[in-house]
């Protein structure tokens, strides 16, 4: 669902349904390589995902300076064929994420997702405060990104509530759910509990994702599938179309890339098949990050080739 443009050409989305693709920011000799990134896009935008979020953690958003993010936002928006865009604007400081609000707005984005990173460790209100900055800075569309592997941040249910009172929060992105079918909807359920109706709840972390969308989440925000949206498009599909154990399945094929990226993670699993595929230079991630050891990157070919996603 969107609305009508407002004065800057934005359409700002009012819900969030489906599959939205965290595309790579792929960089090349150290700067944005714009072709390799302008193609990933288009690759999302043929697959037909539903939503693309750039400048998430699989977008190496905290290695950028401002100017390369708004470049990001820009080009992602230009080739998106009309597919909402949406972009991460967490920075340590709030005047920081302030300015990418601005700049995701002026380029177009429909919405942002923002992270409560820090430096220092950061308690409920301060989080609070910060999230009530951000809806108070446009009319743009905000997701709680919660994502304490990379934040050091943990929210809790209460703290999801509060923040889901304020004006203009759209989804809380939540890093999993239990495996246990009756569980995992009991989790969910707990957390919608407190939540206003209009506020999504997208599930992350990609082995996830089927049991999430089963278990009553709105979204699957996904990284690999920001390289590889096939496969998750599949899962997806097969949730919104009322066969869940199709889609079970379907994830269970997926269970040697799974393992994969709990081993390495999904920045260096993605970076590596993109790699691969021809799709980005080598040694595309934002050093010092590295990507995949050559045994690593052996054990991804083979098992790209089994599960038939050499060529995807």
């Known amino acids: 669902m969107m609305t009508s443009p407002d004065s800057t050409g934005t359409v700002p989305v009012t819900a969030l349904t489906g599959l939205s693709a965290f595309p790579l920011t792929p960089l090349k000799d150290g700067q944005l390589d714009q072709t390799a990134f302008i193609g990933l896009v288009q690759r999302l935008v043929a697959a037909g995902v539903d939503s693309i979020t750039v400048l998430g953690s699989t977008g190496s958003y905290m290695y950028l300076d401002r100017a390369e993010r708004e470049r990001v936002i820009r080009l992602a928006v230009q080739h ?31 919405g942002v997702l923002l992270a409560p990173v820090g430096y220092q460790r950061l308690d409920d209100d301060e989080v609070f405060e910060l999230f009530r900055a951000a809806t108070g800075r446009s009319e743009l569309p905000v997701v709680v990104y919660d994502n304490p592997s990379t934040t050091h941040f943990t929210f809790s249910n209460q703290l999801y509530g509060r923040i889901g009172q304020l004006p203009g929060i759209i989804s809380i992105k939540i890093p999993g759910v239990p495996e246990d079918p009756d569980q995992g909807r009991a989790y969910v359920a707990a957390i919608r509990a407190v939540l206003p109706e209009h506020v999504g709840i997208g599930v992350s972390g990609d082995a996830f994702g089927a049991a999430g969308l089963i278990a009553g989440c709105d979204t699957w925000f996904t990284a690999v599938g920001g390289t590889i949206p096939v496969p998750m498009l599949g899962i997806t599909r097969a949730v919104q179309a009322g066969e869940p154990a199709k889609a079970l399945a379907l994830s269970e094929d997926l269970q040697p890339l799974w393992e994969l990226i709990g081993q390495c993670g999904s920045l260096r699993v993605s970076a590596a098949i993109a790699e691969r595929q021809g799709l980005a230079a080598p040694d595309c991630l934002p050093l010092p990050v590295q990507g995949l050891k050559p045994d690593q990157r052996a054990q991804l070919a083979l098992m790209l080739v089994r599960l038939g996603l050499a060529s995807l």
């Not at 998106?80 to 177009?108: C, F, N, S």
């Open 80 to 110: 998106a064929a009309g597919i909402p865009v949406l972009a991460g604007v967490g920075a340590m400081r709030t005047e920081h994420v302030l300015a990418h609000i601005d700049d995701a707005r002026a380029a177009g984005a429909a």
